[in-house]
């Protein structure tokens, strides 16, 4: 093969894969609030399979809710007990212990702000990547159960927010607590369910393609927006007749 050629299918390869090569640079595979991957569900089990994550400038909102564990969400936690091989709740504790167990539903709540960081240019890859895979959803809020110590510290927290930190990863960070907010370990949040968001898209003044709104399960994108980016009309208004 001429050198010449060589190179231009060099070229043509890294240019084809830049955004999935940026997308599987990520650090932790765990998830976390804001994490872009594939999901399936089934009557018993929900899994998450991350693949990346947006870079944040600027903190995004998170609420946090206390709730009792009981009913559905218990049966949903004994089952991620089960696949992680974790004995019942039954043989680790009396039923007044169990009766008092809390969890805790995280939400991102400021999806505008999500929404503008995604947009811009140093998410160009992961947005791109994006448009070519309908499968690939947002992780918008999660059910954990904590240790004590943590438990206490988000009993005490004013507020939740996500953030990129020092070494490129997106992180859930408790306000106050440090100058900068103190980082949450992934490993201390037994995830045992989530929720998940789609995009709807649209095309900016310069007709480019951008998110327009994050969509939450149940819901439709309104208005000219759509699900699928690819449906969005590219033609130019004074090239219509």
């Given at each position: ?7 231009f299918?060099?070229?043509f ?22 994490s872009?991957?594939k999901?399936?569900s ?8 991350k ?13 946090i ?6 009913g ?21 504790m009396d039923?007044?212990?169990?009766n008092k ?10 999806l505008?702000?999500?929404?503008e960081e ?20 947002l ?22 927010y ?5 070494d490129?990863d997106?992180?859930?960070?408790i ?40 969509l ?9 927006t ?7 009309n ?8």
């Amino acid at each position: 093969m001429r050198p010449t050629l060589t190179i231009f299918l060099l070229a043509f390869l890294l240019q084809a894969c830049g955004p999935m090569r940026q997308m599987q640079k990520v650090q932790s595979q765990v998830p976390v609030l804001g994490s872009i991957g594939k999901h399936q569900s089934s009557l018993f089990k929900k899994s998450f399979q991350k693949t990346g994550e947006p870079e944040l400038d600027r903190p995004i909102s998170v609420t946090i809710e206390t709730v009792p564990l009981s009913g559905k969400m218990k049966a949903r936690y004994e089952k991620y007990r089960e696949h992680l091989g974790l004995p019942p709740l039954a043989v680790t504790m009396d039923s007044t212990q169990i009766n008092k167990l809390l969890y805790y539903n995280l939400k991102i709540s400021n999806l505008v702000h999500l929404v503008e960081e995604l947009n811009q240019q140093k998410n160009a890859a992961l947005k791109e990547y994006l448009q070519e895979d309908m499968e690939l959803v947002l992780l918008s809020s999660m059910s954990v159960v904590v240790d004590q110590t943590l438990s206490q510290e988000l009993d005490k927290a004013e507020k939740l927010y996500l953030n990129t930190d020092s070494d490129g990863d997106l992180s859930l960070y408790i306000e106050g607590s440090a100058p900068n907010g103190k980082a949450i370990k992934q490993s201390s949040l037994e995830i045992f369910d989530f929720q998940r968001a789609n995009f709807c898209w649209k095309l900016d003044k310069r007709g480019r393609t951008a998110i327009a709104q994050i969509l939450i399960d149940g819901t439709t994108c309104p208005g000219s927006t759509k699900a699928n980016p690819k449906k969005l009309n590219r033609t130019p208004d004074y090239l219509k007749l």
